[in-house]
């Protein structure tokens, strides 16, 4: 509006001036038509007491005057609407593009996805857009700083722009994620192999102020729908990221009708599992712990089952995310640990229980007042439970997680870290963290005996944990010959399918929680 009305008065500065110039012309060409110079001159020559030629002189001076002031208006008017224009081109492009990066918002991101056409033209494909989103970016703020953190988010930013070929589009979505709509001329093909590459480029360290930090990217992509609303895209997107994230780190995921239906029936089981939690259907399950030196049983894994009314007996695999999710894991857990201490209570007081601890779960400041109050109200003692932590629950928070070891040490509570080998800096981790005991992943030991370099790794870490003296759990025994392996290398404890597998804890008396299968380099497992 406010440019209208400096148009309007531009355009009426510049007629004034037509005018008045006009009208000059005018009446110059009627005075030298008419000799009206000369008779002016002879009438002002028999008047003079009527001063005419000061008169004419006052009036052509104004005329001058006012030219010179509609001609400085004009310019004014005109400096200033450019300088509008120019202030709205950059509001336009601030509210379309992205401070920190510069590159196009999601509000950009949007309007693009809205004109693409509802078919594509004959030789042009389907359009594809993928959502990328960095895998270890919080750590990277929460040790570094957001300055640092901005500071690596532009540099994925030009890394973006410099893979992406001419005619794609590239926005940042806000915080750690980012998305591509690859240009029409383009293959699903391609949008995989651009994807993939992305995945692997950004996995490498990135520099800043001599620090090096790993991300890492999982990416979602989809290919939009003739006439499928902006929303839509970005929604199937965002499907098959999770997807993605789900598989683990640094994966790629397509959408497809199948995420759809999943999702409908994850949503379902979150409702499922809000009752569940009410209720008494997540129950615990008890796998043997066994002194593979002896055969001798030594305790328990608990384990989380779903005894679901209408899909049967459920693995955590199946709802522990949905649990994290819905803000529940913490209740979960509490609530096995609960069963599990009050069905173990009375057996032989040297079994002891271990139970996994989720990372979202560990990282809750209620965790150490609310495992007291589990043990002193059923009366399970201290040193008989352990519990598993994995390296995500502690890369985010050293010192949380150090206070908060120390205070279940401190309360007689031994900790294990879970599935050592598979993260990046478990090393450290043994070194800064006061652990009672490692337990080698299943994925080094199941299938063992047809793969050196697992040998070689799981002999590592048991030589690792001698020399920090450090005791060791070795899950995943499901042959003998594992099982031989793992005795020649002198590991101390172990579980697995061999010895048996995870029970209810109802009935469940100790002296006969295994099964009597014969193990050939021993007697039948047993109580010591």
């Known amino acids: 509006m406010g440019d209208v009305r400096q148009m309007s008065e531009l355009w009426k500065t510049r007629l004034t001036y037509l005018g008045i110039a006009l009208t000059t012309l005018a009446t110059f060409l009627l005075s030298a038509e008419f000799d009206a ?21 006052l009036v052509l001076n104004l005329v001058l005057g006012l030219l010179v002031a509609l001609l400085v ?15 709205e081109k950059q509001a336009n492009r601030m509210a379309r ?56 988010l532009y540099q994925v930013a030009q890394h973006l722009r410099k893979a992406i070929e001419k005619d794609d589009f590239v926005a940042r979505l806000g915080g750690d994620e980012f998305a591509l709509i690859l240009a029409p001329d383009r293959t699903p093909e391609d949008a995989e192999r651009l994807a993939r590459r992305l995945v692997g480029s950004l996995s490498r360290p990135f520099h800043h102020e001599g620090i090096s930090v790993s991300i890492g990217a999982s990416i979602g992509l989809s290919v939009v729908a003739p006439g499928a609303a902006a ?39 979150e409702g499922d599992l809000r009752e569940a939690l009410r209720g008494d259907q997540i129950i615990p399950f ?24 209408d899909h049967g007996l459920l693995g955590p695999d ?18 096995i640990l609960r069963q599990a201490c009050a069905i173990a209570a009375d057996w032989d007081p040297s079994l002891k229980l271990s139970v996994n601890i989720s990372p979202q779960q560990f990282k809750d400041l209620n965790l150490v007042p609310d495992i007291k109050t589990v043990l002193q109200e059923t009366g399970f003692p201290p040193h008989r439970l352990e519990l598993e932590i994995t390296e995500s629950a502690i890369i985010d928070d050293l010192d949380m997680a150090r206070r908060s070891i120390d ?68 899950e995943g025994i499901e042959t003998q010959s594992e099982l031989s392996y793992l005795l020649s290398l002198d590991c101390p404890l172990g579980q697995g399918y061999l010895f048996d597998k995870p029970m209810p ?3 469940l008396p100790p002296d006969a929680a295994l099964s009597s299968k014969e193990v050939s380099y021993r007697q039948p497992v047993s109580v010591s």
């Open 505 to 507: 804890g109802e009935g």
């Open 73 to 87: 208006r004009s310019r004014q008017l005109r400096r200033a609407m450019r300088a509008r224009r120019i202030a």
């Open 318 to 335: 199946l709802f522990i995310g949905i649990a994290e999710d819905i803000g529940a894991i913490s209740r979960l857990g509490i609530g």
């Open 231 to 269: 929303e839509t895209a970005l929604k199937r997107s965002d499907q098959a990221l999770y997807a993605a994230k789900r598989d683990g780190r640094g994966q790629v995921a397509w959408y497809d009708a199948d995420l759809d239906a999943k999702a409908h029936e994850r949503a379902q089981l």
């Open 97 to 152: 593009h992205d401070v920190l990066t510069g590159l196009a918002n999601r509000r950009a991101l949007q309007d693009r996805l809205n004109k693409i056409d509802a078919a594509p033209e004959a030789g042009q494909h389907a359009t594809v857009l993928m959502i990328l989103d960095l895998d270890r970016f919080k750590p990277v703020n929460d040790l570094h700083g957001h300055i640092f953190g901005d500071a690596i």
């Open 407 to 474: 205070g279940l040490r401190d309360f007689g509570i031994s900790i294990a870290l879970d599935d050592f080998g598979t993260g990046f800096s478990s090393l450290a981790y043994l070194r800064q963290l006061p652990f009672d005991r490692i337990k080698i992943d299943r994925s080094f030991v199941t299938g063992m005996e047809e793969s050196p370099s697992n040998q070689k790794i799981v002999s590592g870490i048991l030589a690792l944990a001698r020399g920090l003296e450090l005791s060791v759990t070795a």
């Open 286 to 309: 008890f796998q043997p712990i066994v002194d593979i030196r002896s055969g001798r049983l030594r305790g328990f894994e608990v384990l989380a089952r779903w005894q679901h009314p």
């Open 37 to 57: 110079l000369e008779w002016f001159y002879e009438y002002s020559r028999a008047h003079e007491d009527w001063n005419l030629d000061e008169i004419l002189v």
